[in-house]
């Protein structure tokens, strides 16, 4: 059975534009959730993970715009182009939350420090659902229960600044999951919490897309992290995905510069001991005024005249994909019939 797409983004747009400078924070970018599956998306901070996703959602800062491409979300067949629909319209407002929770890397971003947890996720519930409050009372206690909160109809009086920053992310997530969404959107929700808090973290993730079958976008700038989490992986930079595959292949068989240096400067669990970590040489370029061509051609070993132009999209076979001239020659197509056939070399 050929896979389910749930939410397609297509040669997405978003710039900032302030006085005379503008940024293309995200830059023609295309990907597609499947059903049931992680995408994960990487990059290093500032390359345009969480504006990618505040476009989905239509929850951009003031001066972010979508000044280019689609985004269309897929419910039980029906399309439904989110980014025709008005930003603040009643269609909007209920497939967020409803249809697509978010989780944050700060957990306080979900959570106001003047209400009690309970009472947060209750409201949660009944602006979504038409149920007795009784009920929704219920249904909160049940979450937290089973996302890992002991005692839960006792803790629901708690306020957030009573819970550690681990709990607070798992009310976050009950906050999240209580509409049970075909979608869960997750930005570097586990940057901010101790290693064996992390942990915890990703499992419970893992558990909730075996238990609900939710789709999932986790987004990270720590390769390390994803390897255990996404089925298929986006790499950004400066705005771009610059590549985009499978989990293995992206990890076991990087083909951009920029991908093998990320992953070459984070630690894996059983790497060879005498291995160095590196660090990216140079800085990223002045996301206002970046070059014609590879943005990542200045700090690139590899970097030749060519790159001066920006390179295509070259398919490398099995969905992997690379924005590199390095792989001009090796691109694969796939041909109607089925059969590959190799071009160039
Ligand atoms: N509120 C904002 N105002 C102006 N520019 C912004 C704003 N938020 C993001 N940007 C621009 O978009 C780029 C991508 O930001 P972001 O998506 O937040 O990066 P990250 O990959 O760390 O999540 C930033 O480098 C910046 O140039
Ligand atoms: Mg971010």
Redesign the pocket.
Known sequence: MSEQTILKVKNLQTQFTSGNKTVNAVNNVSFSLKSKKTLGIVGESGCG??VTVHSITQLLPPLGKITDGKVTYIKNGNEIELSGLKKQGRQMRSIRGKEIGMIFQDPNTSLNPVYTIGNQIVENILQHEKITKKHAIEKAADMLNSLGIPMAHTRMNDYPHQFSGGMKQRVGIAMAMVSNPSILIA??PTTALDVTIQSQILELMKRIQEDYGTSIIFITHNLGIVANMADELAVMYMGKIVEYGSTRQVLTSPKHPYTEALLQSVPFVGMDKEKRLKSIKGSTPDPSSLPEGCSFASRCEFATEECKVFPNEFHLGDGHHVKCWLYKDKEVSIKKDGKRDKIGN
């Open positions: 993970k969480s930005d570097e």
